[in-house]
């Protein structure tokens, strides 16, 4: 299953529902409380509650949790920092504070897809 359709792919607005895949289970980060997964991103609620429910147990762990777009929007921010996205939506906004504080969700979502396309399960 695709995570992101061919027509999120090219639409730069819209709502979209988003998704945490929790590497080592719910809520498991690093020693210093980094997030250890990625992000998902959906077009409708129906696809993002049904792959949040496709849950297969590992260890007896859950590792999906559908997230809102504040918690997306950080999440990615995280991952796209450091990358040749990042540092074009720098050279746009100034300073990394100014692109956490000022970027769009479409641009960040632009930025999150050119590095990392289309994710799939």
Request: with cysteine; net charge negative; proline share 1%.
């Given at each position: 299953?695709?995570?992101?359709?061919?027509?999120?792919?090219?639409?730069?607005?819209?709502?979209?529902?988003?998704?945490?895949?929790?590497?080592?289970?719910?809520?498991?980060?690093?020693?210093?409380?980094?997030?250890?997964?990625?992000?998902?991103?959906?077009?409708?609620?129906?696809?993002?509650?049904?792959?949040?429910?496709?849950?297969?147990?590992?260890?007896?762990?859950?590792?999906?949790?559908?997230?809102?777009?504040?918690?997306?929007?950080?999440?990615?921010?995280?991952?796209?920092?450091?990358?040749?996205?990042?540092?074009?939506?720098?050279?746009?906004?100034?300073?990394?504070?100014?692109?956490?504080?000022?970027?769009?969700?479409?641009?960040?979502l632009?930025?999150?897809?050119?590095?990392?396309?289309e994710?799939?399960?």
């Open positions: 299953m695709s995570i992101t359709s061919k027509a999120a792919k090219t639409a730069s607005t819209g709502a979209h529902y988003y998704a945490f895949f929790w590497q080592y289970g719910l809520h498991v980060g690093s020693f210093d409380g980094e997030q250890l997964g990625q992000t998902m991103v959906f077009d409708t609620k129906a696809d993002r509650d049904a792959w949040v429910s496709d849950e297969h147990y590992e260890s007896g762990d859950l590792h999906r949790e559908a997230i809102g777009a504040r918690e997306a929007r950080a999440s990615i921010i995280r991952e796209v920092s450091g990358t040749n996205s990042w540092a074009r939506l720098c050279d746009r906004y100034d300073t990394p504070s100014e692109v956490k504080r000022s970027a769009t969700m479409v641009e960040l632009a930025a999150w897809r050119a590095e990392y396309g994710r799939d399960e």
